[in-house]
């Protein structure tokens, strides 16, 4: 799977077996004890994020959306990772974590009206602990690590009601600026954030060995915080690893930098085409570590599901899907003088005018022949 697959902490194989614990890098071991409920909530969670996700591709197809960044093959990183999130905690995403959105309970709908160009992002970031999307590659590092900063003078780390940060990115991140001082800033001032880096080996076109000449995880020893590789396809591994980084933040003990390895299944985008730069061969090969289908095998495995419980995911994963594309379908579009709105909390003299002198240019069309 990788160049150092010794280093990777992993809790359920690609065939659906059970590992009881893994030592990651740190020297950590790693472990989960869940309910069946539990189990069967994290395949709930993988069955409804991947055909949400399938529905907003193929919105977008249809020209109903701008563009889509698709999760396709991220999901166990995205809920595993959501997953270990407490109330309290704050998240700052990028523009593919629609499976953490989806864990945060904000309304599948919301990153959709996004990318259909209907609003600037709807979610209230002080109501649902999560940021906004964000579009400039690595900005949101430098975010979290702030908002860490101020966990810490305010004084919420190392009780156990503390608060951490935790900021997503991709591998190509790692390439800029914005994130290396981050890693800077968050090692010196100890600051309870969890970098976690989904990497999916591309870097929209670049491979991940255009990138590094070392695994990424083994970048943030440099910077003096612990790092750890982890099967981005298991999401018991991946919720595992999570929480223990989220903990270590929350207890004053500074940041960590999660390596989720795993594949983007699709294209960077629905603007990229992945077969001018991507073997056919190499897809095939993650397919047979496909999350969903090991979660699945390890249901049936121990008993824990039956065909019963897939099928009835699955329609009422198909439901929700249904569902959204209804709503999407019936989102009104804007009124074209709403860019003004938002932009001041009380507005200003300057913008009323610049309003009014836009609404008196589009009326002057009004009647005539253009």
Request: proline fraction near 6%; charged fraction near 25%; glycine fraction near 10%.
């Amino acid at each position: 799977m990788a160049r150092d697959d010794d280093t990777l902490v992993q809790l359920l194989t690609p065939d659906g077996e059970r590992v009881d614990r893994a030592v990651g890098p740190d020297g950590v071991e790693y472990s989960v004890d869940l309910t069946d409920d539990e189990y069967r909530g994290f395949y709930r969670d993988l069955v409804t994020v991947r055909r949400l996700d399938a529905e907003a591709t193929a919105l977008q197809r249809q020209g109903e959306l701008g563009i889509w960044a698709s999760l396709l093959g991220q999901e166990a990183a995205q809920v595993g990772s959501g997953r270990a999130l407490r109330p309290k905690d704050m998240v700052f995403p990028t523009y593919r974590e629609h499976g953490v959105l989806y864990c945060r309970g904000i309304d599948p709908i919301m990153p959709l009206s996004l990318f259909r160009g209907v609003d600037q992002g709807a979610w209230d970031p002080h109501e649902t602990r999560c940021g906004m999307y964000t579009i400039v590659i690595g900005a949101q590092t430098l975010h979290a690590t702030g908002y860490a900063m101020g966990i810490t003078m305010d004084g919420k780390v190392g009780g156990d009601d503390g608060e951490a940060a935790i900021a997503y990115f991709g591998d190509g991140a790692t390439s800029q600026g914005d994130v290396n001082e981050a890693f800077i800033w968050s090692a010196v001032y100890t600051a309870p954030v969890v970098f976690f880096c989904q990497n999916n080996q591309y870097a929209i076109s670049e491979p991940i060995e255009r990138q590094t000449r070392v695994p990424l995880y083994q970048r943030a020893a440099g910077f003096g915080f612990p790092g750890v590789r982890v099967d981005g396809n298991d999401v018991l591994a991946s919720y595992a690893v999570t929480r223990h980084a989220l903990d270590h933040a929350r207890s004053g003990q500074g940041p960590t930098l999660i390596e989720a390895f795993t594949y983007r299944m699709g294209a960077h985008t629905t603007s990229d085409d992945p077969s001018r730069y991507r073997p056919p061969a190499e897809a095939e090969a993650w397919r047979s570590r496909d999350p969903i289908a090991r979660l699945a095998a390890f249901l049936r495995k121990q008993q824990i599901a039956d065909d019963s419980f897939f099928a009835e995911v699955d329609e009422q994963a198909k439901a929700e899907a249904v569902h959204l594309r209804e709503r999407v379908l019936a989102i009104p579009d804007p009124a074209p003088d709403s860019i003004f709105e938002n932009v001041y909390p009380h507005g200003s003299p300057l913008l009323d005018g610049e309003r009014a002198r836009f609404n008196a240019y589009r009326q002057s069309f009004e009647g005539s022949a253009h």
